[in-house]
DNA sequence: AACGTTATCGGGAACGTTCCCGATTCAGCG
DNA sequence: CGCTGAATCGGGAACGTTCCCGATAACGTT
């Protein structure tokens, strides 16, 4: 629906602009600014000086339309009021920048029908590439499926989808979640609850083995009321606690995926007046730079967000650029690092 | 530099393939497409059918090179991995998409020549407006005065300068530093050290005036060792306690400016064992939203940055979108909230 | 029968840039 | 002296879209 408002008039110079005015063509302005040799040094000078007296700036819009490619890349994640994932885009706009690539953020905001929408803009937009984390609530990929048939580079990171090929990065939440758990056990916890995410995120399912790799290890069964997969309303936190605490033999341990549930269940403990670590220990997965300020202080896996953003851009902007003939999807995994801090410590004194 | 790399074959279908399948013209496929009365509902029909069936997406960047304006509005912010910051880009973020608009983000990491690059970049994208909070090392503000100059709609928010005459969003900071310094003086302190961000800052001096016309309300005199001016460096948090702890007189009180400096100062006290509230009490000026499980919760002062964004980038694409003749400029200031928590509390028992 | 209307469509310019083809000049060569 | 070939520049198409201006036919009106 074409408005009749005048377009703003930005007083943007063009190419044209210089031709007129240096009695040139465009063709000879376009060289001479791109610093043809078939242009005389003169001339060159005259356009350069001319260009940068009048703050003359490249049209990158219409480079993108006749290049077919934008210089940009989009980054599609849950959420961004969120410590691991602002870390990782902070890492993915360091290497975008690095090579010259701008950054465009979308939000899912945890919901499929936001991600579809979203991956529907960034086709259109012609980015060159898209870095994704899926949402928690998407279980078919379809629409990224066929993104990537249409010829988009497209590298996953953090919460990957199993049945697409291309370029991957996670931290070892295998490792991550067994060293935690482990830990939490070696510390004379027996009954240890695990919360995590949605059961079809891959996250969930590694750290998921990570956690019953751990009790196994002690010969504890896998007891499927100890474990709680969550969405992220507090509502839920406080019905899993009601149902962990009602059980004949209500946990001594906490082994939590993601920052929010760290965050979540660690209020709803406190509020229900359970100690930390006396009656449950916990450790949480998590990236918040506060953790060491909290009461208790926070045991947490970390997963390296930066480094792991900055390899997934990376790897997007080697597919962009075709560094290699034959991709040769990899899967880059991260490692992850265990804080031992108050929470999970034997009781004191 | 142009490459000799074949351009992607992301297999796009264009208004000019739809027009030589059905053997119409361009301009008939366009008005087809765009439901003009003029044109024929059969040959609507086909063209709608043959469209939908091809996955025809208009071109966003022909659009933008036409009309001259991308739908999307840019955001310069100091760092996006900041509580108070990433949920005002979630505000900015919904009302850009309530009325069709992308939102594209970047950072100036604190830093001035970033910003001013972001700035030169976000006009060479031709996107339709920018909103801003100011980089802590900001003191000359002409790249934005000539961006407006230029003609490009600008609004600011949180951190605004003072010396450009547009619409600017911020908090009551004056109202928050006011009743959070004196809730510390009436828990009986006197000696209320204040931590802020850079004196240049709009939020900086705001903030500073709130804390002495409490300080003026009980009579008690500037002392200008009680207050502290920061960048984001842990060994100034260090030498700046230090400082504060071999006073005559150390402070028995803190009121500090943001997140950063809130946990950095947190953090820093309990490292040297200085108790909160028994031997000093805290108020932080923050967004976290853990501060209620921090060790002891963290009593602070609450900004809407939600919906401070919300209205930043409605003001924005008003402006944009001429919505007002001669746009009267104003400065939304919206209502901060001090939430008193232990870190506060006068001596227990 | 000549003309105005209406409905329906196509041609082509324009947005800013690059790049393929030429076109012109002029020095130097045989 | 005519030809080759650098050196230097211009014309115009193309990227995908919209829109102004016509063009054509089939009508209905006097």
Do not use: W
Request: proline share 5%; with cysteine; net charge negative.
């Amino acid at each position: 629906m074409p408005k009749e408002d005048a377009p703003e008039f930005v007083d943007t110079i063009t190419i044209k602009d210089i031709a007129k005015a240096l009695n040139l063509s465009t063709s000879t302005v376009s060289r001479a600014l791109r610093d043809s040799y078939e242009i005389n040094p003169e001339t060159k000078r005259l356009v350069l000086d001319y260009a940068e007296k009048m703050h003359y700036r490249p049209n990158p819009i219409a480079l993108s339309l006749k290049e077919n490619r934008s210089q940009a890349i989009g980054v599609i994640v849950p959420e961004i009021a969120n410590t691991y994932f602002s870390q990782a885009i902070n890492g993915i706009e360091a290497a975008a920048y690095e090579r010259g690539y701008h950054v465009v953020i979308f939000q899912s905001q945890e919901s499929y029908e936001r991600e579809v929408e979203k991956v529907e803009h960034l086709a259109a937009r012609r980015v060159d590439g898209v870095l994704m984390s899926l949402s928690s609530h998407t279980f078919d990929i379809d629409h990224l499926k066929t993104l990537q048939d249409r010829g988009m580079p497209l590298v996953f990171f953090d919460r990957i989808p199993t049945s697409i090929e291309t370029h991957k990065v996670v931290a070892d939440n295998f490792g991550g979640a067994y060293r935690a758990t482990l830990h939490l056990l070696e510390s004379g916890r027996r009954r240890i609850a695990h919360i995590t995410s949605q059961p079809g995120l891959s996250i969930t399912k590694e750290r998921l083995s990570g956690y019953l790799a751990a009790l196994k290890e002690y010969n504890i069964d896998h007891d499927e009321q100890l474990v709680k997969f969550c969405t992220y309303t507090q509502e839920e936190v406080e019905a899993n606690l009601d149902a962990l605490f009602s059980l004949a033999a209500p946990p001594d341990g906490f082994m939590t995926a993601s920052d929010r549930l760290a965050l979540g269940y660690y209020g709803g403990l406190k509020k229900r007046h359970i100690r930390i670590p006396e009656d449950v220990a916990f450790v949480g997965f998590s990236n918040l730079n506060v953790a060491e300020l909290l009461n208790p202080p926070m045991s947490s896996v970390v997963q390296p967000a930066f480094q792991m953003g900055h390899t997934a851009a990376g790897l997007l902007l080697d597919l962009i650029e075709k560094k290699e003939k034959f991709p040769e999807y990899r899967i880059e995994r991260l490692s992850t690092e265990l804080f031992i801090r108050e929470s999970s410590c034997p009781n004191k004194h």
